[in-house]
């Protein structure tokens, strides 16, 4: 490529693509992460994460070009990308999975426990049925490419093997203190989350 052309990736993590088209050419060199679906109706309030790479003038480009077309523009480091993506990638692909094994694992009747259902765990069915309709190569390849995938998942780990321990030996008090550190975590999220979930599920209530 000429050194005044702008080489970019679409990956959904960013270090190692950066410094792998950095070595590889002298262009300028942008990454970039779309966060959404190929499938979605509209690009309108979409996310896409820009990491600079080589060449400012060439990075303002892309970034005018995609807000023109009504997505929201984030510019992150590469270290900033792949931490958040640890969580909000990582952490997620991982514990629906685990949830999506333990059901396969007990051998649950996906026709049946609708009819017993609640609508949130409808919700938790319909987004775990979602994830495992979709490419299982994409999803190893997400999870197994983050540097920081293996303190997150001994996070998640970790986490289920104290909360199993304190429920099978009965210790409603460690259940509170967990309650009231995770809230205190999320913070005035969880009024927000309590409301806008809620919105959710009347949707989906009166949709079924």
């Known amino acids: 490529m000429r050194e005044d052309a702008l080489l970019m990736d679409v990956t959904s993590i960013k270090r190692e693509p950066l410094e792998a088209m950095l070595a590889a050419m002298r262009t300028s060199v942008v990454g970039t992460h779309p966060i959404f679906d190929p499938s979605v109706h509209s690009l309108q309030g979409q996310r896409i994460v820009l990491t600079r790479g080589r060449g400012d003038a060439w990075f303002d480009w892309p970034d005018e070009m995609l807000r023109a077309r009504g997505l929201s523009v984030m510019e992150a480091s590469a270290e900033d990308h792949n931490r958040a993506m640890s969580v909000v990638r990582v952490l997620t692909h991982f514990s629906t999975e685990v949830l999506g094994r333990t059901l396969a694992d007990l051998s649950v009747s996906i026709e049946e426990t609708p009819a017993f259902t609640s609508p949130v765990y ?80 009347d949707r989906l209530v009166e949709r079924t």
């Open 122 to 201: 409808l919700m938790e069915l319909l987004m775990t049925a979602r994830h495992f309709a979709q490419s299982p190569d994409l999803y190893a390849s997400i999870q197994m490419s983050n540097s920081e995938t293996p303190a997150v998942t001994r996070a998640f780990v970790e986490a289920a093997r104290r909360h199993h321990d304190a429920i099978a030996s009965g210790r409603t008090d460690e259940i509170r203190k967990m309650f009231d550190g995770v809230r205190r975590c999320f913070g005035p999220f969880t009024d927000q989350a309590l409301e806008q979930s809620s919105f959710l599920i």
